[in-house]
């Protein structure tokens, strides 16, 4: 069964602090790896995808990683905001006949402190 | 381009009550897509489809639920009649396809639902 696991569920930080996020995968045969971000009371908005080729990719201050061997990702916030303040969630497709099948991680809520 | 619209934003209705979600999609979007969001389970596929054609509805919770697009334009999700377990948020999303198709959802802001 396909199945997304993120952790922390949630985490507090101060603002400026760094912050990493993670994402286990058993997806299969696994596509690419997206991370959306759910401000509150918004829909999930993209930040960025990851491939099957890709290790890393940089969107500002998001850092995300991918190693496809362990199927795990991360995400890396580097010196956070008060913006920054929303729920992170993992999204893995998976390859099918039919087209691509979506399998979403339960999401990290972050609150970033001042 | 406005980006998916959802209606209404907010519902309070009485269990029993018919509750029916409106959607838009991006013009020149083929897929769309409807998802419900509780703490308890994050975000649940209830149902989508291609090109107005519904593909996948495994996830519709029970004959309640009820979903159709009658156009490339518009879609509607129908909960008859409701009981407050379907609390909930409902988001629509929709996806290009295509050579245009990145595989990113595209999300409304989203219709929150509160049965009494």
């Known amino acids: 069964k396909n199945q997304v696991e993120q952790s922390p569920q949630s985490l507090i930080i101060l603002e400026g602090k760094n912050c990493t996020l993670q994402?286990?995968?058993?997806?299969?045969?696994?596509?690419?790896l997206r991370w959306y971000k759910q401000d509150t009371g918004r829909g999930p908005v993209s930040l960025t995808i990851?491939?099957?080729?890709?290790n890393t990719k940089s969107n500002g201050r998001y850092t995300a990683t991918l190693d496809a061997d362990t199927k795990q990702s991360s995400l890396h916030i580097t010196a956070s905001q008060l913006s920054d303040s929303a729920s992170y969630i993992c999204v893995v497709s998976a390859r099918h006949n039919a087209g691509n099948m979506l399998t979403f991680g339960g999401g990290t809520r972050l609150m970033v402190k001042p | 381009d406005a980006g998916v619209i959802q209606s209404p934003r907010h519902e309070v209705t009485e269990m029993g009550q018919e509750v029916t979600l409106r959607c838009k999609p991006i013009s020149g979007h083929n897929s769309l897509f409807w998802y419900r969001q509780t703490m308890m389970r994050g975000l649940e596929l209830l149902i989508y489809?291609?090109?107005?054609?519904?593909?996948?509805d495994s996830g519709m919770p029970e004959d309640r639920f009820s979903a159709k697009m009658p156009n490339a334009s518009f879609s509607t999700l129908k909960i008859q009649p409701s009981e407050p377990r379907d609390s909930a948020v409902y988001f629509c999303a929709s996806k290009a396809s295509g050579f245009a198709n990145t595989g990113e959802l595209f999300f409304g802001e989203g219709s929150r639902l509160t049965v009494l």
């Open positions: 990851m491939t099957f080729s890709e």
């Open positions: 489809f291609n090109n107005n054609v519904p593909i996948d």
């Open positions: 994402c286990n995968y058993t997806v299969s045969p696994f596509s690419n």
